[in-house]
């Protein structure tokens, strides 16, 4: 007996014959999920992928709607779905099978997300008043998390890929969405030159100033909380609310799946903690990678906590 591959461990099955002869001109590699990933722009990008800012997401959407869905409601949206549902991705979900979706029926405010690098977004996305919000970890963390989800998602289909494998393609810069470095920059840049509409965000920073981060995100989306809100608890009630024990705990999490792929919520959820890459590296592997931030990010300006 045999079972057909999950889509996202596909290559190119079922794209239409325009895609792949796009796809067919473009250099290729192995992607960590078995299938090819291609260079297009500058960056490596598959047909098919999956990999998620989950916290961010939560925070976004409970933060902007919550005048439509109070916090305290027993049938809040972050209660029964998972946040990859609530604010879907513009390549993964919407996109797809030739799909191409309809914005004006969309409630408002539009929350939807993306892993392409800034300068692939569409001019009408660059030159809009559209907001964006870019969240960024450290590269140690990053890697670790990358080869985490990539191996769950590989588990029960093919052979997982050992740290060593991957962490020479990472440091080679062929990584979805990546080379890593170029990704961050790219955002990190526009973020400077245009602040009103890029908010580059750090997950050490969230980690270690919450209310701070949250307010400043709440002020850069124009929905900042008043000195009501604040009094009554309400930054608190949204950390609380979108905290990794409490999501990771939720059942949608821990037993549903992707209303939209052949995957269970819970692969995104593993630890979430700043500094687990110590718990994997060699030596050798900090110390390369150092050299490679360092040469990556000179004059750049951006700092990373690893701890």
């Known amino acids: 007996m045999t079972t057909s591959l999950p ?9 239409s014959e325009e895609c792949k002869n796009f796809f067919s001109v473009l250099p290729k590699e192995k992607g960590w999920m078995g ?3 291609y260079n297009y722009q500058g ?39 998972n946040p990859h549902d609530l604010i879907p991705f513009l390549e993964l979900t919407l996109y797809v099978d030739g799909h191409v979706p309809n914005f004006s029926a969309f409630t408002t405010p539009r929350l939807l997300s993306t892993h ?28 670790i998390s ?7 998602l590989r588990l029960h289909h093919k052979d997982i890929h050992s740290i060593e494998e991957i962490f020479e393609s990472f440091c080679k810069g062929v990584s979805l969405y990546g080379p890593f470095w170029n990704h961050i920059l790219d955002y990190w840049e526009q973020s400077i030159e245009k602040p009103n509409k890029v908010l580059f965000l750090m997950y050490e920073e969230i980690t ?6 949250l307010k400043r995100l709440a002020e850069f ?14 930054m608190d009630e ?13 059942e949608v999490n821990t037993n549903g799946k992707l209303s939209t792929e052949e995957l269970e919520n819970k692969v995104f959820f593993r630890k979430g903690e700043v500094g687990d890459w110590k718990n994997y590296f060699t030596i050798e592997m900090s110390e390369k990678l150092n050299h490679i931030n360092e040469r990556k990010f000179q004059g750049s300006g951006i700092k990373f906590s690893y701890i």
């Open 7 to 15: 889509k996202y461990l596909q290559d190119q099955e079922g794209l």
């Open 35 to 37: 299938s090819y990933i």
């Open 43 to 81: 960056f490596w990008a598959s047909p098919r992928t999956i990999q998620g800012t989950t916290w961010l997401k939560s925070l976004l959407f409970v933060l902007v709607n919550r005048m439509k869905h109070p916090l305290f409601e027993q049938n809040h949206p972050l209660l029964d779905k």
């Open 116 to 143: 392409v690098p800034f300068a692939s977004l569409p001019k009408s996305v660059q030159d809009s008043k559209t907001k964006l919000v870019y969240l960024c970890r450290n590269p140690k963390d990053t890697f």
């Open 146 to 152: 990358m080869w985490h989800f990539t191996n769950n």
């Open 208 to 213: 270690v100033q919450p209310k701070l981060q």
């Open 221 to 234: 989306l124009e929905c900042p909380f008043s000195i009501e809100e604040e009094n009554c608890g309400v």
């Open 238 to 250: 949204i950390l609380r609310m979108c905290s990794f024990e409490n999501l990771s705990n939720l």
